[in-house]
């Protein structure tokens, strides 16, 4: 009887491994899969369209009508007015968007191209082919809203 021990014979798997822009989500390593759900790059892609100066909200009227209320019960969506395609190493981007005026409304498009590809493709690893921008709105500040802690006009 000897006293080796069997050995055991290493295991393969495919992985998806999420890291910087230099990998996409399909490397493969052998320590398992990582799945980014289309919800999670909808969620950066609004988040990162929400930095960007000019912007006052995201989504059309009926979808800016319902994060109103998700935000009063503090569940706000931050994927709001964003849509996106993903395969395995591309994503594709929509976003409608209110911008403020008088900010010109190119510049609000531009900076939303280039916020929302550098968030994906740092935090995702993914290669945005397109950001489609949608303005549906304008928000125009109102009288009413500088003067809302003034005294009233007419008493």
């Known amino acids: 009887m000897s006293n080796t021990t069997p050995t055991a014979q290493p295991t393969t798997r495919t992985t998806k491994n999420v890291t910087a822009t230099t990998d996409s989500l399909n490397s493969d ?18 988040i990162a369209a929400r930095e960007v100066p000019g912007v006052h909200d995201l989504g ?17 969506d931050q994927g709001q007015g964003i849509s996106v395609e993903v395969g395995e190493k591309q994503a594709a ?18 900076g939303i ?13 993914l290669e945005v082919t397109e950001v489609n921008v949608t303005i549906a709105d304008v928000n125009i ?11 009233p006009r007419v008493q």
């Open 60 to 76: 059309g009227g009926a979808a800016r009508a319902i994060g109103a209320l998700r935000t009063r019960i503090n569940q706000a």
């Open 113 to 125: 191209r280039t916020a929302v590809t550098t968030a994906i493709e740092t935090l995702v690893g």
């Open 29 to 46: 390593t052998t320590h398992g899969t990582t799945t980014v759900e289309d919800s999670v790059v909808a969620k950066i892609a609004g």
């Open 93 to 110: 981007v929509d976003v409608i968007v209110v911008a403020e005026y008088p900010i010109p409304l190119h510049h609000v498009a531009d």
């Open 141 to 151: 500040p109102s009288a009413d809203d500088d003067s809302a802690d003034e005294a």
